[in-house]
């Protein structure tokens, strides 16, 4: 069966526009088969982003890159997105372009709104976040911090100038501090050298004690075990004593504060002088009574019956 050249031609037109879609969406990392859907973003500057980039939510691959247009009249860059269906794009989502251009690492990066919220419609623009990325902001300083780099390099040069010329100066005080502290460490070069001897007896004496010492230890190591456990309970001892003596001071310090208090018969005897002064007198009139018993006894004995005879 033959066919004609038309026939040909136009299977052949038919095979290479398949084939060109289906290179078009393999270099692009654009699923064949599954369903996708559109979304939009709107950046400041692409920062080297091109078509057939990925699309990336939390790091996970989510779509590719469509197209990238610049507006002219907006001067804005718009991006085309080509996402799966299968992740969920809720409202609120933000999209920012991340990576470094000089890698070839530039992609689109999603941050998820709220869980809760809906999820965006097909041909839906993503807001940019507020702040500048990090990227950004390290371009946006690289002027300032290049200004500052230059200083300083031009602050140590300038110090290594003025160094290197007070090192060629021979009466320059670096130099001659310098000298200084050579002398001095072959001073002490020289001290080292001459107290060698001596520093090796003194470390061979330390090392004879120490051997005496712990022989002796090793050789008296039960009486000193005896010495320590004589010296706990004497120890123990104490302890105890100055337990009882804090208990006793203790109670001669509630009696001082009852006696002067005027508490019981010896605070009140302590702390009132009337009643100190009625017991004298009670002494004094007893003391008149016996010496009257003494000198007439008589008087009071003469209606006592002393015994009584029944």
Request: aromatic share 4%.
């Amino acid at each position: 069966m033959q066919y004609s050249n038309e026939l040909k031609v136009g299977a052949a037109i038919i095979l290479a526009v398949v084939a060109a879609f289906v290179g078009i969406r393999f270099f692009q990392n654009v699923p064949l088969f599954e369903s996708s859907y559109t979304l939009y973003a709107e950046f400041d500057n692409a920062n080297g982003l091109v078509s057939g980039k990925p699309v990336r939510m939390k790091g996970v691959k989510v779509g590719s890159v469509e197209r990238v247009q610049l507006d002219p009249q907006s001067q804005t860059v718009r991006v085309e997105m080509k996402l799966e269906r299968g992740p969920r794009v809720p409202e609120g989502s933000e999209a920012s372009v991340a990576g470094i251009s000089a890698l070839g690492g530039v992609h689109v990066s999603i941050a998820p709104g709220p869980r809760n919220n809906p999820q965006l419609a097909p041909g839906a623009t993503l807001g940019t976040p507020d702040a500048p990325s990090s990227l950004g902001r390290l371009t946006e300083q690289a002027p300032a911090l290049a200004s500052k780099a230059d200083s300083v390099l031009r602050n140590t040069n300038a110090t290594m100038a003025s160094l290197n010329r007070l090192l060629r100066r021979p009466d320059s005080d670096l130099r001659q501090s310098l000298a200084a502290l050579r002398g001095m460490a072959t001073d002490l070069e020289q001290v080292t050298d001459a107290e060698k001897a001596t520093l090796r007896r003194l470390l061979q004496n330390l090392e004879s004690v120490s051997g005496d010492l712990r022989d002796f230890t090793g050789e008296n190591s039960d009486s000193l075990d005896v010495a320590i456990r004589r010296l706990n309970q004497s120890l123990d001892r104490l302890n105890r004593g100055l337990a009882s003596f804090e208990q006793t001071s203790a109670t001669l310090d509630t009696i001082a504060t009852k006696l002067n208090e005027g508490s019981g018969t010896a605070g009140r005897l302590l702390n009132d002088p009337g009643l100190y002064v009625r017991l004298d007198s009670a002494a004094a009139q007893a003391n008149t009574l016996l010496k009257d018993f003494q000198n007439d006894p008589g008087r009071y004995l003469e209606d006592l019956t002393l015994v009584k005879v029944f």
